[in-house]
C-alpha cells in the first residue's frame, strides 16, 4: 500500500507559478512511476505529467508542455510539479497517483485545489 499526499496548492493570478509537492509513505518510493493528473469542474480527469521509475524520463500532457516540469525526490519520497506561467484554465484539482509503470496507476491522493484568477 502507498499513501500519497499532495501539497503545495492555493490562489495565484495568471502568469504566476506554483510548486505541487506529493509526499508518498508505505512501499518503496523509487520504485513506483509518479503521475500527476487534474480534475476541473464539469470535466473529465486529464493527464498533467509523469516521471518513471526506471530512468527518471518525464511525459507531459500537451496543454501543460513547456509550462509544467515535473521532478522526484527518491530520498524523500517526493515528487514535484512546477508549474509556471499559469492560466485560469490550469484551474482543477491536482491528484498525485502512483504505479508500478507510466500509465498503470494504482495509487491516488486525496487532491490539492489550484485557482488561477484572470
Known amino acids: 500500500q502507498v499513501q500519497l499526499v499532495e501539497s503545495g496548492g492555493g490562489l495565484v493570478q495568471a502568469g504566476g507559478s506554483l510548486r505541487l509537492s506529493c509526499a508518498a509513505s508505505?512501499?518503496?518510493?523509487?520504485?513506483?512511476?509518479m503521475g500527476w493528473f487534474r480534475r476541473a469542474p464539469g470535466r473529465v480527469r486529464e493527464f498533467v505529467a509523469a516521471?518513471?521509475?526506471?530512468?527518471?524520463?518525464?511525459h507531459y500532457g500537451d496543454s501543460v508542455k513547456g509550462r509544467f516540469t515535473t521532478s522526484r525526490d527518491n530520498a524523500k519520497d517526493t515528487v514535484y510539479l512546477q508549474m509556471n506561467s499559469l492560466k485560469p484554465e490550469d484551474t482543477a484539482i491536482y491528484y498525485c497517483?502512483?504505479?508500478?509503470?507510466?500509465?498503470?496507476?494504482?495509487?491516488w491522493g486525496q487532491g490539492t485545489q489550484v485557482t488561477v484568477s484572470s
Open positions: 516521471v518513471s521509475w526506471s530512468d527518471g524520463s518525464t
Open positions: 508505505g512501499r518503496t518510493f523509487s520504485s513506483y512511476a
Open positions: 497517483a502512483a504505479g508500478y509503470e507510466v500509465g498503470s496507476w494504482k495509487y
